[in-house]
């Protein structure tokens, strides 16, 4: 895939990195209990903590942030 290994001062990288990020950074988990996980993140009400990240969403954002930086 080219457009991910062109030269940084070409205008279309950071888009292209920007552009390929998951529109979700943290997956749900309907009943954590019986994966035996500690609580997850809060909801924005705070009455749940069923909501986890995920390791290489994570990784793949600071990624695209130093990628996309250029």
């Known amino acids: 895939m080219p ?3 062109a030269p940084p001062e070409e205008e279309v990288v ?3 990195w ?3 990020m998951p529109s979700a950074l943290f997956i749900y988990v309907e009943d ?3 994966y035996d996980l ?5 909801s924005d009400n ?8 995920v390791t290489w969403t994570h990784e793949y954002h600071c990624l695209v942030s130093v990628c ?3």
């Open 18 to 20: 920007r552009a390929s």
């Open 3 to 5: 457009e991910f290994t």
């Open 14 to 16: 950071p888009n292209v």
């Open 68 to 70: 996309a930086v250029f």
């Open 46 to 53: 705070g009455t749940e903590t069923k909501a986890y990240g």
């Open 38 to 42: 500690d609580p997850g993140m809060p």
């Open 32 to 34: 954590p209990e019986m």
